[in-house]
């Protein structure tokens, strides 16, 4: 039975009972589990002895007019869901983590500025300074995170890096729906005509993968689209290491990275492209 802590206090004594008899593995999420969620609870069983998730809505990664307040919040049904596979779920409050007004933040830099960090500033401040608590908290060895929030991969693999904070971090690749929709908490948002026209985003990861080059994967994102359903906050192709933009020169492993609000939901997706030297074509 998986063992619920509410308090910073609790954790802190959960972990110290736990010292010394085996690894641990952290799975941080914002609750509203579905089974991409699983996916990275059954990753984190299989790498360590012990399993705890994490389940806080953490208000320093939402702005202004985002939909902290509003976000699914399913606590119990949560437990049940990883009753098997976690031995403890951390679901504190917002005044437990945060004691302070205005608390302290990582700064994280140019990688947390562009793209996501770009449309939602602040964000990837919020989401380092969170992660990082978690880290202190429960001290895991390993700790394992999706690859659908790319951007905010890499940024926790570099806040690992630059504080020598010794945890293995370990992408699981995204969980998708039948129809293709990689499975998200905010999909409970869309209506059935809503996760129709979400499919744009998987069907034009589809289409990238088919292209061989960078020349033809750009020419590909370029091309404009006009949808009164979808609209698109960015469709770039970024080197996963820096997330900068590639150019028509680009040889070797490009991440496709898309952004898209349908009936008012945003969505991201992205997908990795193998491209070649033009002149092999």
């Not at 031995?87 to 947390?112: H, K, L, N, T």
């Not at 770009?118 to 990837?124: A, Q, T």
């Not at 895991?140 to 890096?161: E, M, N, S, T, Y």
């Not at 150019?247 to 193998?274: H, K, M, S, T, Y």
Request: hydrophobic share 45%.
């Amino acid at each position: 039975m998986t063992t619920l802590i509410r308090t910073v206090k609790e954790l802190q004594a959960y972990r110290a009972g736990i010292k010394g008899k085996g690894s641990i593995a952290l799975v941080p999420t914002m609750g509203a589990l579905h089974e991409g969620h699983l996916s990275l609870i059954r990753e984190a069983r299989s790498r360590a002895d012990h399993v705890i998730v994490s389940n806080f809505v953490n208000p320093l990664q939402f702005g202004p007019g985002e939909d902290y307040e509003r976000y699914p919040r399913t606590l119990e049904a949560d437990l049940e869901l990883v009753d098997t596979l976690a031995d403890a779920m951390f679901a504190p409050e917002a005044s437990d983590m945060y004691p302070y007004p205005e608390p302290f933040q990582v700064d994280v830099g140019p990688i947390g500025r562009m793209l996501e960090g770009e449309i939602r500033p602040g964000h990837f401040n919020g989401v380092a300074t969170v992660v990082l608590k978690l880290f202190l908290l429960a001290q895991p060895h390993v700790a394992i995170f999706g690859q659908k929030d790319a951007q905010q991969l890499a940024v926790i693999r570099r806040l690992v890096h630059d504080f020598n904070l010794g945890i293995e971090i370990v992408g699981v690749p995204i969980v998708r729906e039948e129809s293709g929709l990689a499975r998200s908490s905010r999909n409970s948002y869309l209506s059935e005509s809503g996760r129709a026209d979400a499919l744009a985003l998987s069907g034009l990861l589809s289409q990238a993968l088919e292209c061989p080059t960078a020349a033809e994967l750009l020419a590909l994102l370029r091309t404009d689209e006009e949808s009164s359903r979808v609209t698109w906050d960015y469709r770039l192709a970024v080197n996963p290491a820096t997330f900068e933009e590639i150019d028509q020169a680009f040889v070797g492993e490009a991440l496709v990275v898309l952004a898209a609000r349908v009936e008012g939901v945003r969505l991201i997706d992205n997908a990795l492209v193998n491209l070649a030297p033009a002149d092999e074509q």
